[in-house]
């Protein structure tokens, strides 16, 4: 039950995160989503009670200030008026921070690839409650979103909480947090190198920013 529990917070996440695209710019959402960062880590401060050392604390300014420079947000005064979608980004951000923390402590005696499968049904029926599939009753469109559905389900439903099973109860919330950082600078060299997107010298000091961050972080376990 605490796996599709889980799950359910992964269909959330997702749900609060288009949601916020509805109002804000794409580089000012993935900001207030990867506000997830430091909410991770409070969330093991306040039920581990694991306080972030000063070493942690850099890794996480690092990582913050990096975002903001890799994703080329403008934060002019139009920016900072609040509208809805600053909200959903970070409600986003706080159920994305939940799954790592929950990832890390349920099913732990579970099989990883079991446990995926449970997340992924949860993660499922929380957004067919709030959108219902009622396409699916339709073969023709069906048929022609089979090849691009079966690529996304693999990357973006079923490998990612696998690899989640794998790895967060081993690292934990917290640093599990910083090393998830690690999906922007991919989406942006990816955006380069695949879509032909061409990136400033501050997002490419944004990018290195964020490594180090993640380098950082993870240098206290080594």
Same mark, same amino acid.
């Given at each position: ?50 306080? &972030? ?35 959903? @980004? ?34 499922? @029926? ?5 959108? &219902? ?38 690292? @934990?919330?917290?640093?599990?947090? =910083? ?28 990018? @290195?920013? =964020?490594?180090?961050? =993640? ?8």
């Amino acid at each position: 039950m605490g796996l599709i529990l889980s799950g359910s917070v992964i269909g959330c996440t997702t749900i609060f995160y288009y949601k916020s695209l509805e109002t804000l710019p794409a580089s000012l959402a993935i900001i207030f989503l990867f506000q997830f960062v430091w909410i991770g880590c409070g969330l093991e401060w306040i039920f581990f009670h694991r306080r &972030p050392d000063r070493q942690k604390i850099i890794a996480l300014g690092l990582l913050l200030i990096g975002s903001l420079f890799a994703t080329g947000v403008q934060l002019e005064q139009s920016s900072l008026v609040f509208t809805p979608g600053m909200l959903w @980004g970070f409600l986003a951000a706080l159920t994305y921070s939940l799954l790592l923390l929950i990832s890390g402590t349920v099913g732990r005696d579970v099989s990883p690839i079991f446990k995926s499968a449970l997340m992924s049904v949860g993660a499922s @029926g929380m957004i067919f409650i709030f959108f &219902p599939p009622m396409f699916l009753t339709d073969v023709s469109p069906l048929i022609a979103l089979c090849p691009y559905g079966i690529l996304l389900g693999a990357f973006g439903i079923a490998l990612p909480p696998l690899f989640f099973s794998l790895g967060i109860p081993h690292v @934990g919330t917290g640093l599990g947090s =910083i090393l998830t950082a690690s999906e922007l600078p991919v989406a942006i060299l990816l955006a380069c190198f695949v879509l032909g997107e061409q990136l400033v010298f501050g997002q490419w000091l944004g990018i @290195g920013l =964020i490594l180090g961050g =993640i380098l950082l972080g993870n240098s206290q376990r080594r």
